[in-house]
């Protein structure tokens, strides 16, 4: 059994590898008294994964039920379960979690709703449509005057939905 590099008196339980200033592998056996001495972590004393992820989620399941609306007396926590807020005050309360969700699902966090494209193009046919009826109307009524005025605004109306 190979003796530590370091005390050379007691057997080397520890292999660390480095690489040095010259850019070379160097390997050093250690005992487990000089391995602490140099603060190196026997992987006995490393945590699984398992157990760190085990220890965040419990940690995340303590903060959110810390974290309560107060008009409703909702927890972060029964949002996560629901996925319903229970009131208003709940937008205020949460804001600083609720940010980065609201961020991920719609790509801004600022509501700015939708607007049809063919809105404008409804709008000026029913407008068009309206002029149609106004000009026959003037027409059946011999007001020439106003229905060259309607006509000449049918055309601009026409001429902007082409």
């Known amino acids: 059994m190979k003796k530590c590099d370091l005390c050379q008196k007691r057997p080397a339980v520890h292999k660390v590898s480095r690489i040095d200033e010259h850019g070379q592998m160097v390997e050093l056996n250690l005992c487990e008294k000089c391995a602490q001495a140099k603060g190196i972590i026997s992987p006995k004393e490393l945590k699984t994964l398992l157990q760190i992820l085990a220890e965040l989620k419990k940690k995340i399941i303590e903060e959110d039920t810390r974290l309560v609306c107060p008009k409703c007396q909702m927890t972060f926590a029964n949002f996560k379960s629901l996925g319903k807020l229970g009131c208003e005050e709940c937008y205020t309360a949460f804001k600083e979690k609720l940010l980065p969700i609201i961020q991920e699902l719609h790509h801004s966090t600022r509501h700015i709703g939708k607007k049809p494209k ?27 005057e106003r229905a060259a005025n309607i006509r000449d605004a049918l055309k601009r109306y026409e001429t902007k939905d082409e």
Not at 126 to 137: D, V
């Open 118 to 144: 063919e809105r404008k193009e409804i709008k000026n046919r029913f407008l068009i449509e309206k002029l149609r009826q106004e000009l026959k109307e003037a027409i059946a009524q011999e007001d020439y």
